[in-house]
């Protein structure tokens, strides 16, 4: 079983104490959004073929990797690096701590641990095209070396992302859009063929209708698989095989199962899709509890809201 922790949140930047204290009992328990009972999710090294881990801010969760090293579980980091400013992510680490932190695990663990991911793309009167394509090369050139992906997508509009970005665009006064299909393709374009020049796969995670068209090819850009059993295999120095097993339509990644929970991450990005409102996940934060076998409780109306 490959564990991911998490695409719900944000495990190794806000509750690595909790994943240490996790990891020790040997097993969590993980809410089900859905609704219903919890379910128990072992962590033991022969439960455990692999972790994923998901985070804007990799540097508070140093000690407890070196723990899951110790006891030789092969894990990939996807660190996603963005730059972009205060009015579209409000408690994000700076973009050069991440790229340090990043680097440093990379020196640790191998280049095939870390992935980084510049994403989402979201297009404001902040971050036009063309300051996309200037962060994103100066990115690139920071991170040539100590990784071989970057993972793309395109901002998912749900309406919980429309509410929180129009919010955020009235109190700080910018624009936004989702733009047509043939522009997000065309800066996709741009995009890969930097990431290419830097010597980095650039894939992208679950838009298929966004790799190429009869007008703009993307031939540089491949599908990406987030949750990779042939990535860890390469970490592992061993085979780990599962089935693919998508999330939802174009998801490419290798079954797993997630631990974390959403509305959880306080990170106060407007464009999340895993938060209905910042305010309420801070309240979660502020109010987790380290030493429960579950992340957070899931409120009874979570399967009814968490795209609206």
Request: aromatic share 8%.
């Amino acid at each position: 079983m490959i564990v991911s922790a998490s695409y719900r949140t944000d495990i190794p930047a806000f509750y690595g104490d909790w994943f240490r204290r996790r990891l020790a009992a040997g097993f969590c328990q993980v809410a089900n959004p859905y609704g219903g009972p919890p379910s128990t999710v072992a962590l033991t090294p022969e439960a455990v073929e692999g972790f994923v881990f998901w985070t804007r801010n990799a540097a508070p969760f140093t000690e407890a990797l070196a723990e899951v090293a110790q006891r030789a579980i092969p894990f990939v980091v996807h660190v996603t690096i963005t730059g972009y400013s205060r009015a579209l992510e409000t408690s994000v680490t700076d973009s050069k701590r991440s790229i340090e932190t990043l680097r440093m695990l990379a020196n640790l663990y191998g280049r095939r641990v870390c992935v980084w991911r510049y994403d989402p793309v979201l297009l404001t009167s902040l971050t036009p095209p063309d300051w996309h394509r200037e962060t994103f090369a100066r990115l690139a050139a920071a991170l040539a070396g100590a990784v071989d992906e970057v993972v793309l997508s395109f901002a998912q509009i749900y309406a919980k992302t429309a509410r929180n970005t129009a919010t955020a665009a009235a109190r700080h006064g910018f624009t936004w859009e989702d733009p047509a299909a043939e522009v997000k393709r065309t800066l996709l374009a741009d995009l890969a063929a930097i990431a290419a020049d830097h010597g980095l796969a650039p894939t992208l995670c679950a838009q298929p209708d966004l790799l190429a068209s009869d007008l703009i090819p993307v031939p540089a850009l491949t599908p990406a698989q987030c949750i990779d059993a042939a990535r860890l295999s390469d970490v592992a120095g061993r085979p780990i095989t599962a089935k693919t097993k998508g999330n939802r339509l174009g998801c490419l990644c290798t079954e797993s199962r997630d631990i974390g929970a959403y509305d959880t991450c306080p990170h106060g990005c407007v464009y999340c899709y895993a938060v209905r409102a910042s305010a309420a996940a801070k309240h979660a934060y502020r109010a987790h509890d380290p030493v429960a076998p579950a992340l957070a409780p899931v409120r009874p109306t979570q399967a009814a809201d968490r795209k609206s």
